[in-house]
């Protein structure tokens, strides 16, 4: 409860929302990409979040777009450098994430050599859940994450399967731009990713931790 009140719900002091890709070896491949060899780094701005009971909305001109259920790292402590050693340290707690993409913009704009901004930043593209205290993930290179639409199963993924781990995720970023408290890490998503459209419902969990269900609607 004390955590809680150091960090009450981590909107109120969002900042940046710094996204991984491809930091699951699966996923990579099912979208025809090589292993990467060290981070793929892209930014959403922070008018992406969205909380429940608000929907995610179709981005303009787009009639499908993916999900992407993935752990999110809330720093709680400003770093720049930060050792590898003391990574953890600077995390105040997580949430459970979505990863919403624009993937046919994505395709297009990774074709031409341009920035995913586009395809990654749209409004309602970064849902998230109630802040999580760091004591109930005792170990985030051990949980489960999984998504289904409409009741389906989708993805299934472990946070041990990451191909960067947590700890070296943190102290890398904090080399090339400060973190600062209420910064959001995206850590990546496992495999299985697809299309959802307008009428469809998303429902995702952080093993039994967190849960959270968004609809897709029109965009406006
Ligand atoms: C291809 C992607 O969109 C990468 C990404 O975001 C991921 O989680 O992996
Ligand atoms: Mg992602």
Redesign the pocket.
């Known amino acids: 409860m004390a955590a809680q009140k150091q960090l009450p719900r981590f909107v109120e002091f969002g900042k940046k929302i710094i ?6 070896s699966e ?2 491949v099912e ?1 025809g ?1 090589a292993v990467p060899t060290e981070p ?1 780094v ?1 930014l959403k701005p922070s008018t992406a979040y969205i909380t429940w009971p608000n929907p995610i909305k179709m981005p303009d001109g787009a009639s499908e777009i ?1 999900h ?1 259920v ?1 752990l999110g790292l809330v720093i709680g402590t400003d770093g720049r450098n930060i050792p590898e050693s003391a990574a953890l340290s600077h995390i105040g707690g997580y949430v459970l994430a979505l ?1 919403m ?1 624009d ?1 046919i913009l ?1 395709m297009k704009l990774k074709s031409t050599g341009l920035p ?1 901004a586009l395809a ?1 930043g749209f409004d309602t593209s970064c849902p998230v859940s109630d802040f999580i205290v760091k004591d109930k993930i005792p170990d985030p290179q051990e949980v489960d994450l999984w998504l289904k639409v409409n009741g389906k199963m989708r993805q299934e993924g472990n946070t041990k399967n990451m191909i960067f781990s947590i700890a070296f995720l943190v102290s890398w970023l904090s080399r090339h731009f400060t973190l600062e408290r209420g910064d959001v890490i ?1 850590t ?2 496992p495999s299985g ?1 697809g299309p959802v459209k307008v009428g469809d419902v998303i429902e995702c969990g952080l093993g039994t931790v967190a849960k959270m269900s968004f609809p897709v609607v029109e965009g406006n």
């Open positions: 996204g991984i890709g491809r930091n699951f996923h990579a979208l990409n793929v892209f993916h992407e993935e990863d993409t993937r994505q995913w990654k995206l990546g998503t990713v």
